[in-house]
């Protein structure tokens, strides 16, 4: 019996958290639509999820688009089927590999960052501030990060995408001697609108649900340092988690038919 108690008591935590999250991302839904809004710190969210997130963006993508030719062009060879490489090196950025890495990248950085923010501000009081001014913490803080990252996130992927193949292209042609002018034709040629629209699609959501961790456990942050470092390593792991969840669930979404 205390083992069925044990497996109840976990199933009720993880209904409850799930409920909590699902309740905290309704509630910023709701408030997007609603004034006042706050084009400052809307810029100020844009600036550090979109722009300054490119370095990290780029130099991923770029070594995995290149290690991913090496890798094809080894395996391939080993059945005479070289001549994929620009095939599987762009299909493999396109589908799954640059939404994926972007979406942890942003998780690592920003989810980290949000969290952290945010969670001081409740340890210092700031949140409670801005109820006493009348600015509700969810308008203010929330909204901003959570629409910024689903904007931005999307547009980091799509550049992810186009260094990643272009990181492949630079491996193959310089390295592997394939001829220029062909790889990118069957670059071209083999990627479909449906490949590039579930990519973005993903990163959209990638998006979302790293600005949203990061909020939800800043502003459930507990008090002190501990609190603060709870709060930022909880909402890492969760956001990858997520991340990797939903990018399962999308594929599947896309890619069954």
């Not at 909880?234 to 969840?245: D, M, N, P, R, W």
Request: aromatic share 10%; proline share 3%; charged share 10%.
């Amino acid at each position: 019996m205390k083992f069925l108690a044990a497996i109840g008591r976990t199933t009720l935590i993880i209904l409850a958290a799930i409920g909590r999250v699902s309740l905290f991302a309704w509630t910023t839904l709701t408030h997007l639509l609603r004034t006042p809004f706050y084009p400052r710190e809307m810029g100020f969210a844009l600036l550090n999820i979109g722009w300054l997130s490119l370095p990290v963006v780029g130099l991923t993508a770029i070594f995995t688009g290149g290690a991913l030719a090496l890798q094809i062009y080894s395996g391939g060879a080993r059945f005479n089927a070289e001549a994929v490489v620009p095939q599987i090196v762009a299909i493999g950025m396109v589908r799954e590999l640059g939404p994926v890495l972007v979406g942890l990248m942003i998780a690592a950085r920003v989810t980290s960052s949000i969290a952290a923010e945010i969670a001081t501000m409740k340890v210092t009081e700031q949140i409670d501030a801005l109820v006493t001014l009348s600015t509700h913490p969810m308008k203010y803080l929330t909204v901003p990060r959570v629409l910024a990252a689903t904007v931005t996130v999307p547009l980091l992927v799509g550049i992810g995408d186009i260094i990643g193949i272009f990181g492949g292209y630079a491996v193959a042609t310089g390295t592997l001697g394939f001829n220029k002018a062909a790889y990118v034709q069957n670059t071209i040629d083999f990627l479909q609108l449906r490949d590039v629209v579930s990519s973005l699609t993903k990163g959209a959501f990638f998006g979302f649900i790293a600005a949203l961790m990061g909020c939800y456990f800043g502003m459930n942050s507990g008090r002190g340092a501990q609190g603060v470092g709870r709060a930022t390593k909880g909402s890492v792991e969760a956001a990858a988690v997520l991340i990797l969840a939903a990018n399962f669930v999308l594929t599947g979404v896309f890619f069954s038919l």
